[in-house]
């Protein structure tokens, strides 16, 4: 059997890191769901089963795929304590997750989506405006996980570095939907983008995640052309906004530039923002995510 699989040697602690890791997330993502249910002034049971409300339930997903992203960070450094201190990385990371979580979209609707009233939408099932939100939920804890396992311990330093980064995710993510609207707007020259997806249009919300998830992979990797400081709670804040709004600017001109010579021959706007072409809108999708990977893999 040795001779078949190579296996790494595993302490016998890691599994009874793995329970406490699994029990914690299994409470928090419970928590999580209750919580959402609550916010939104709605029985979760109730939107999920009976209503079938998909939106909400994409909406929902979005959010505990974000808190899974967030907890990945905290238990890829609990097995490096002892068991208490492991449990109260997993349980402080997991609700400052949730917080930032619901803090994220708070400002993604009153500052981001400032044209429309998200949450009503999704009660309305609205998959579009949905996408966009579990869109944006992922990629606030895709940076701020990576902002979790550039800083070092748990203390207090680190807890403002990781604030710190949530700050510039909401930074460049308004920067990113800014220039995109500005785009769809000359683009498409009567309907602005909220306006578009307040209608339900797919495909826009597509491509439009795509944007926001490829923008959060590669500003991730700013952890690693970045040095952590303890106590340099400016130059972290400062050194993350400007790393990650020039990454995001070089994603930017690539993806145009990829998009151009790999779907030549085809009219993106009119196909996505006129044809509500699905199909189209997960090629451009997938692209800007595959792009971000490949430059977040190169620094990485």
Request: contains cysteine; proline residues 1%; aromatic residues 6%.
């Amino acid at each position: 059997m040795q001779d078949l699989v190579n296996l790494v040697p595993l302490l016998p602690e890691t599994w009874f890191y793995l329970g406490i890791d699994i029990c914690i997330a299994i409470c928090l993502l419970f928590a999580l769901r209750l919580m959402s249910g609550r916010m939104a002034s709605v029985s979760t049971t109730e939107e999920l089963g009976s209503q079938d409300n998909i939106a909400f339930g994409i909406s929902v997903a979005g959010r505990m795929l974000a808190l899974c992203l967030v907890l990945s960070a905290a238990a890829a450094s609990s097995d490096t304590n002892g068991f208490e201190e492991a449990a109260m990385s997993m349980l402080l990371y997991g609700l400052v997750g949730i917080f930032l979580i619901k803090i994220g979209r708070i400002l993604h609707d009153k500052i981001i989506l400032n044209r429309i009233n998200k949450e009503a939408m999704i009660k309305d099932r609205n998959t579009s405006v949905a996408i966009v939100d579990a869109a944006s939920s992922v990629s606030t804890a895709l940076i701020v996980s990576n902002v979790m396992l550039w800083v070092i311990g748990t203390d207090l330093n680190a807890l403002f570095a990781v604030i710190s980064g949530f700050i510039v995710t909401q930074a460049i993510l308004l920067l990113r939907t800014r220039i995109y609207e500005r785009r769809f707007l000359a683009l498409s020259q009567s309907n602005t983008f909220q306006q578009t997806i307040a209608k339900g249009q797919l495909a826009v919300a597509i491509q439009h995640s795509g944007n926001l998830l490829a923008t959060a992979i590669v500003v991730s990797a700013s952890s690693s052309l970045l040095i952590y400081s303890p106590q340099g709670y400016v130059s972290n804040l400062t050194g993350w906004l400007i790393v990650g709004m020039g990454l995001t600017l070089m994603l930017l001109v690539l993806v145009i530039v990829a998009k151009k010579i790999i779907l030549a021959g085809l009219n993106l706007a009119q196909e996505v923002e006129q044809q509500h072409n699905i199909g189209v809108a997960s090629i451009e999708m997938v692209l800007s995510v595959g792009i971000a990977l490949i430059v977040s893999g190169l620094f990485t």
